[in-house]
């Protein structure tokens, strides 16, 4: 494998997260930043940190790899999806219809408000966002905590069923491809109907990251073949791309793209930032603001905002929340069921009457220091680069099927790491990164078993 391949991932992730530093200090908004030399020493030291882990791991691997160049006996791996196909799509089924009763406060997991919302969610879904903001979204729901543990179990198969479409494609039947593509609808459609922007988005590069995979794996016959082979995701993916765009604008804006570009409306500015006293360079004397600028400022905001929160939190005392200050989920759980309530301990918390722990995000960086502190965040990334090196060369030099699921999560992690904690902030997402995690080191330890079988005969 080409050095220019196994390092491709590590440059993209770096590339992306440099982009967004430079449009935190040199974009269009002006982010009154807090301790900035400790800031950028941390952020430093956390890339660092980052390449380090994953180049120490990709050179043990490759020259593993090498002393190991092929396997006395076959993988089953490729099987997987394809031999528990309808197993894997009625678990994503199920958990797609809980998750969207939950997200969208439906009083049935049947709503007989669907096609409204639906329409509401598609023409006005500004209207929609506001609605759910508010406390009469909340009226007449009720929780279900048991159906709800179910996806403890069952998230994965919802994150496995997309990466595996794309990577199985060209193996499935037309019956398979078409129950597999409506049951992927099932969460554009909770997106639509409350709003969320994240969910479309999570399409656009879970599609982008599989499709990368293919053409990087051993087993590519080239990009030209891969891509005729997955041209449906190809025009899926401009589709999705155009479409989030659209709903993320028209939610932040108050206005579609439509009425601001052709209609002339006057797109809403971004008020809650500017209740904080953060300023925006169109407002400068003599600047001029346009639709694009517009759209720069949003999309600045919506990458970079965590950013900011940290810098706040970098003047708070450490306090250990025992592992379950990263995961806004677990805080409400072990608060909830165990009485163990370590939100106090929080950085998000203790900053919140400067940057609301409700309101604005907190960088990946910040949550996890709620559990180690900013100086164990350096640990944490020396280990999240060595586990990603060891994902991504698993996947495409060895085609290990978990670890193909897994690559999705994590480009969902890095996309977000500037903004909040979005893996592990939900309990599907990070029951699947872990469920997944622990069947990908049981198939590796079963691949170490089966090469030492293989010697012995």
Known sequence: MSTAKIYAPLLLVEAYLLFGLWLFFFGPIYWPLENQAEFLGFIFLYHVFFITGYMLQSSFFTKKQGLEPTLKYTSTDDNIFLRHFWLILFLAFA???????????????????????LYRGLVLPWEARAFYASEASTIGFVRNPYITAITLFTGPFKYMLLPGLVFYWHALSNTQKIAGMLVLTIPLLTGVIASLSVINFSYVFIITTCLGVLVASNKSQGVISTIKQRKFFLAFLAFMLLFSFWQFYSVKSAHSPYQVIIENSKPQSINYLKQKGIAFKS???????????????????????GYYGMSISLDEDFQSSYGIGHSVFLQKTFAQHLGIDVRDKTFPHKITEKWDEFVYWHSFYTYIANDVGFWGVAVIMLILGAYFSYVYLSAVLQDNFYAKMLLPLFGILFLYIPANNQIFGFLESMSSFWILTLLFILSKKARVSGYAEGKNT
């Open 283 to 305: 407002e400068d004397p003599g600047a001029e603001k346009s639709n694009i600028i517009d759209i720069y400022e949003k999309l600045t905001s919506y990458m970079v905002q």
């Open 95 to 117: 958990t797609n219809i809980i998750l969207h009763r939950n997200t969208t406060l439906s009083n049935s997991y049947i709503p007989d408000n669907f096609f409204s919302n």
